[in-house]
Nanobody, 124 residues
Framework: QVQLVESGGGLVQPGGSLTLSCAAS???????????MRWYRQAPGGQRDEVAM???????DYAASVKGRFAISRDNAKKTIYLQMNNLKPEDTAVYYC???????????????WGQGTQVTVSG
């Protein structure tokens, strides 16, 4: 079973910064590699929207609403992605989720694995 675990959420004032992490692991198996990984967010009453993506070669792309303020990165050795969020605004308040499109594991490929989410609240 693949697990994605997000961390780093919290309460921050407008204009502040947070860094989210998402680490992939597998019980009873080994993850050999991960393809594209993504960050999504879902505000109360809203839909889950993609915020940023990063390919295994480091190519990245962003939603227009966060371009220039957020930066996605990955550490393939640690099987972890990050989302550096700067100049946060109240409208960035949401639960943030990470997703791995495809993982190569000792138990075969796994697709569309999601984390449990981490709350980011921008207020003050």
């Amino acid at each position: 079973q693949v697990q994605l675990v997000e961390s780093g959420g919290g309460l921050v004032q407008p204009g502040g910064s947070l860094t989210l992490s998402c680490a992939a692991s597998m019980s009873s198996g080994v993850i050999y590699g991960i393809g594209d990984m993504r960050w999504y967010r879902q505000a109360p009453g809203g839909q889950r929207d993609e915020v940023a993506m990063i390919a295994s070669d480091g190519f990245s792309d962003y939603a227009a609403s966060v371009k220039g303020r957020f930066a996605i990165s990955r550490d393939n050795a640690k099987k972890t992605i990050y989302l550096q969020m700067n100049n946060l605004k109240p409208e960035d308040t949401a639960v943030y989720y990470c997703k791995a499109d495809r993982l190569v594991t000792s138990r075969g490929p796994r697709y569309d694995s999601w984390g449990q989410g981490t709350q980011v609240t921008v207020s003050g």
